[in-house]
């Protein structure tokens, strides 16, 4: 980077990047040629170029095969649904998957064929522009094409990405090995997958090397457990959010998987180059044509989520309305007609974790949290560390359903770009941390889902029944998580007072308080009105404690500890003979819908402050100093960004 009469050198990676100090090359040129010399002694691999990856140039055979693959072709499915006079041949390709090559091959975007491990060997495919791409410099930086295979000549879907590198941490394609094995239908079926060429991120390395660990500290030990309890808050558009409903989602990583191999308090990502070719390219969520067919893609999803925790032992750990995806069946039912349907299938299973041992806690492998943060849950945007659970899982698919049926279904909600923003892009601040927003935590505590004072969120369809019954299954969820918590810090609190007193009789004046998630707005009150007391000294009662869970609350909060009550409410909805048209023509937020808030940091701190706090993703930049034995060590800058 040269700025005037000064330079610096800078080293980029998916983790971070290193930058030198400030060096004047006027006064000292022998240095810069230095660093040009070298730069031009290196190969194309240290350089950053990938082996893996060969330029496709017009006029090549593998050119012309992508130009050809791309037109149409009579034997080519329409993917609508309809009653089919026969079943399609298999090898058939599906119309509008044709079209999403056809889109990406465009005249000024280059072409290339990447090879993907496959076995002891390596299988090659053929891409262009990709359909998706991830923003940022740091991070995953995934990348998802349609892919022409030139062994079989079918299309594929391919994803490349830097996936998280730890060493417990099973790369995406060994999950979707063994729920393939154990036969769970709705997952992607995999072709091949592996590590590219060992290609990893070295800037963790230099933070490391910069921040040597205490002698009497220990990389094993585990990130304290933090019980949180909700508190009245201030809610205000997430920093750097999009305008309501963009596709692109921002997600948090793992926090809650065992650790052996890094520093957790490194605050770099390791990363690891990686491919997985699968045989399924599906269509976004946001392509149903009806609230009833919603449910069913929703649905298809959530009995893949069970089969994957009752076959396999696996929990997802990120539903997200960009990992439920659209893909057609050409089937014949049980009366024996054939038909054309749209189904679900659950997607990027990178974060998924196999469920812990009864008894056994689970720890972090990853330093950071997994989700995305629209889709969460309540329980899990409050509790830092809390591990991911079925009612977890269960609740983030009702925030999909909810999400596009707001978006793109007919309601009685007439702003939808404010719902969409204060009930999934909002957060509140509660001790300097950014936690769940206040209308999404008041909706499932409470049960009721307001447009305002007097009026609740309805759809006019059999939507309704299934919304009714899930918030109060969620809100009962609260109700007995919320005392229980109560109770064991009541325990703990009680046990910490009787080992003080042994020792130290502690003063009259303090007297316990507590806060309840059902009692936000409940304000102190003192003890006594006497104007004789000085604030300081007028004793406070504590907060009422939450009233013990009803029988009545305990089964409904019981109904999401498993499956099944979830998805017999879906197959109700979906099988109801009441559904009218009600998907709208395009959207129900306008194009030309801006934020009511200001997208920006909190009052007193930092835009990097809070992008830190609310995805715990980091990009550092290191300066390299020279020590008296003329040796480069990293030396931190006094700044870093964040990566939203």
Sequence with gaps: IIIG??????????????????MDYVSNPQVLCDVLWYISQMTNTA?????????????????????????????DVDHTERILETLPEDGFVYKYVREMFRESLQRNWPRYRLEVPDGDGTRSFLVAKPVFQAPGMAGRGTRGYVALDLKTGRFVWLKDAWRTHYELVDQEGAVLATLNEAKVANVPTLICHGDILGQVTETPKWWELKNPRAANSSSSQPLPLKITQPVAN????????????????????????????????????????????????????????????????????VAAHRDAVTKADILHRDISGGNILIFPRAITNR?????MRWGGLLVDWELSKPIAQKDVPSRARQPERTGTLQFMSVAMLNETSKVVEIPDELESFFHVILYHAVRYLTSNCTDVGVFIEDFFDSYSSRNGELVCGEKKQASMITGHILLSQTMQLYFDSPLDGFMEAAMKWFRARYVVRTYHSYQSSSSMDTASTHAAAASTKPPKSLVPYRRDARFLDTDDIEDSDSDDES????????????????????????????????????????????????????????????????????RGASVATIKRRRTGIHTWALALAEDDDGLATPTPLKTYTARI
């Design 5 to 22: 009469r000064t330079f610096r050198i800078t080293r980029w990676d998916r983790s971070g990047t290193l930058v030198t100090r400030r």
């Design 335 to 339: 009366t024996q007609t054939r038909l």
């Design 47 to 75: 350089l950053g170029f990938d082996p893996s990856a060969e330029r496709v140039v017009r006029g090549s055979a593998y050119y012309t095969m992508m130009n050809k693959a791309s037109f149409s072709d009579i034997s």
């Design 234 to 301: 201030v809610s205000g558009a997430a920093p750097g959010a999009s305008v309501p409903g963009s596709s692109e989602r921002t997600k948090r990583s793992a926090s809650d998987m065992e650790r052996t191999d890094y520093r957790e308090d490194c605050p770099l990502r390791r990363h690891k180059h990686y491919r997985l070719v699968v045989a399924e390219v599906g269509m976004k969520l946001t392509q149903f044509q009806s609230g009833q067919q919603l449910v069913k893609i929703v649905y298809d999803c």
């Design 535 to 602: 604030p300081e000294d007028k004793p406070r009662k504590a907060a009422l404690p939450p009233a013990q869970p009803t029988e009545e609350e305990e089964r409904d909060a019981a109904m999401v500890d498993t499956h099944a009550a979830f998805l017999k409410r879906l197959s109700k909805a979906m099988k109801s003979l009441d559904w009218q048209a009600d998907r709208v023509e395009g959207d129900n937020v306008p194009p030309e819908y801006k934020p009511k808030r200001r997208v920006g940091p909190l």
